[in-house]
């Protein structure tokens, strides 16, 4: 059984720091592409940033220069850390894991495997 577990949420203040960590059991992340999304309440699930275990990474135009995607096979761990929170980075955050490609590495239909997400709330 697969099980993606995000941690490290929490309520900030703009300017201030986060750092996600998503944790798997059952597959080795290595193994697939592993992406953060995010929804707020009323919008779509929006794609964050994503690593492929070739050392790539992706952001959203939105986060690059703030956010840093990171992977550690050792641990088979994937995290996010977030500086300089803006409050429209309020949402859940949720890891996802899947056999993406590059053309498909922002598409949440790409990955298989989802954790149940983990509450982000940036105030001003």
């Known amino acids: 059984q697969v099980q993606l577990e995000e941690s490290g949420g929490g309520l900030v203040q703009a300017g201030d720091s986060l750092r996600l960590s998503c944790g798997a059991s059952?597959?080795?992340?290595?193994?697939?592409?592993v992406a953060w999304f995010r929804q707020a309440p009323g919008k779509e699930r929006e794609f964050v940033a994503a690593?492929?275990?070739?050392?790539?990474?992706y952001y959203a135009d939105s986060v690059k220069g703030r956010f840093t995607i990171s992977g550690d096979r050792v641990q088979n761990a994937v995290y996010l850390q977030m500086n300089t929170l803006k409050t429209e980075d309020t949402a859940v955050y949720y890891c996802?894991?899947?056999?993406?490609?590059?053309?498909?590495?922002?598409?949440?239909?790409?990955?298989?495997?989802w954790g149940q997400g983990t509450q982000v709330t940036v105030s001003s």
């Open positions: 996802a894991a899947g056999r993406a490609i590059v053309s498909t590495i922002r598409n949440p239909n790409a990955y298989n495997y």
């Open positions: 059952g597959i080795t992340f290595s193994n697939y592409a």
């Open positions: 690593i492929r275990w070739s050392a790539n990474t």
